[in-house]
């Protein structure tokens, strides 16, 4: 009888783990997305939605017309005109992703809006398949050994005399600076690169308050000092379209997208000016974030796909789609920035930017406020839309008090 019961017991907790294991392996299909109540899940559902109440209550309170938003605050720096796509932004929008269902949303979240500097997570991760391929030998390289001199497209047939003599192709690393840069350094934005590509000059985003610093400082050596600046984002953007030799949109669909089911409505554009002559074609160069407009247009499952992807260490089911090795990277931070490792992977160091949660917490940001938190320790991605910057740790407090009932 007794080691009946101890069978009958035995049997049950593999049953459980067996259930639990399932449940932590779930991953969505392509077009479908499998919800659970929170209740279902040993949440508090009554805290969730108190939760959802809460990230609604703080909407930015930037304008709507993201063109408006720019001129009110980007735009106002030197050379800040915009060159690429604004929106109209929709309501604010959310989803709680527990154990891979989703357990909660709000607003639009079929909605495709800017995602403004998460386009860096996108942009990081075409990097780190291409040196997961082979494309890059090591993110120590020198990045110009791997960029040519490039030929812009749309340019005048015929040159002007004032224009004899000059360079006709641009050389984004040919400074005696700029030589010494490598990959990991663009990726931590520690490059301090110096120079102007689509009319954006290095030291106009986010300018020094004293002008005088702006054309004559000495330059810091890379990985020395971090900078985070959109004009060597997209640098790194047009070097990975040099390795790539295919646009990145073509890559990140085929080697990430595609894979974790996301939808067909996403968009990742450029600038007006942004595009070159490559093998022939005329290619877009893409940005890495909204800055001047442009960048990741997408929906709130997208972003949370993405989540879930990096939640489980770049793994999608039974495929490693980024490698171990790379998530590794992207979480470890340096001495010039303790709380930013890969662009645009923020972390928890010291719990500084998420008080509420653990150090293992990390998340992609934008601004609007974009946000993609991810959670190891809870199995827990959430993501929200057009919350104010100030209240984002505010909402994972409150989703982390569902979950003691």
């Not at 290095?202 to 890379?222: C, E, G, I, V, Y």
């Not at 942004?274 to 929906?299: P, Y």
């Not at 039974?318 to 010039?336: C, G």
């Not at 839309?385 to 008090?401: A, Q, S």
Request: charged residues 20%; proline residues 5%.
């Amino acid at each position: 009888m007794k080691y009946l019961i101890l069978t009958f017991i035995f049997l049950v907790k593999i049953q459980v783990n067996a259930q639990k294991k399932a449940i932590e392996q779930y991953f969505p299909t392509y077009n479908e997305w499998q919800q659970k109540k929170p209740f279902d899940l040993g949440l508090n559902g009554t805290k969730i939605e108190e939760a959802i109440s809460f990230a609604i209550a703080n909407e930015s309170r930037n304008p709507r017309n993201m063109e408006v938003s720019h001129y009110q605050s980007f735009g106002k720096e030197p050379f800040g005109i915009g060159i690429g796509p604004f929106t109209e932004r929709g309501e604010p929008t959310g989803l709680i992703i527990y154990k891979g269902y989703i357990i909660a949303q709000w607003g639009e979240p079929e909605r495709c809006d800017m995602t403004h500097s998460v386009t860096k997570s996108f942009l990081s991760s075409v990097v780190g398949i291409a040196l997961d391929r082979g494309l890059i030998k090591s993110v120590n390289d020198t990045v110009a050994n791997y960029v040519p001199p490039i030929e812009l497209h749309g340019e005048p047939v015929n040159r002007s005399a004032d224009d004899f003599g000059k360079p006709e192709l641009l050389q984004l690393f040919n400074t005696p600076h700029n030589k010494t840069i490598t990959w990991d350094a663009l990726l931590r934005q520690t490059s301090d690169w110096e120079g102007t590509l689509w009319g954006k000059p290095d030291w106009a985003d986010r300018p020094d308050k004293d002008a005088s610093q702006w054309l004559n400082r000495p330059r810091h050596k890379q990985g020395e000092v971090y900078e985070y600046n959109d004009v060597r984002v997209n640098v790194l953007s047009l070097a990975a379209l040099s390795v790539w030799r295919k646009p990145l949109p073509q890559v990140l669909r085929e080697n990430l997208m595609d894979k974790i089911g996301a939808s067909n409505t996403w968009r990742w554009t450029g600038y007006r000016n942004s595009w070159i002559v490559l093998d022939g074609q005329a290619i877009q160069s893409v940005s890495g974030g909204g800055h001047w407009g442009g960048g990741m247009f997408i929906n709130a499952y997208d972003m949370a796909r993405f989540g879930l992807l990096t939640l489980n260490r770049g793994k999608w089911k039974e495929e490693q789609i980024l490698s171990e090795d790379w998530i590794r990277k992207a979480l470890t931070p340096t001495s010039s920035e303790p709380t930013y490792g890969y662009m645009n992977w923020f972390l928890n160091t010291d719990k500084k930017l998420f008080p509420s949660a653990n150090v293992s917490a990390f998340c992609h940001i934008g601004n609007g406020t974009n946000m993609v938190f991810v959670d190891p320790d809870h199995d827990l991605v959430i993501v929200s839309r057009w919350i104010n910057n100030n209240n984002t740790d505010g909402l994972v407090k409150k989703v982390f008090e569902a979950f003691n009932k």
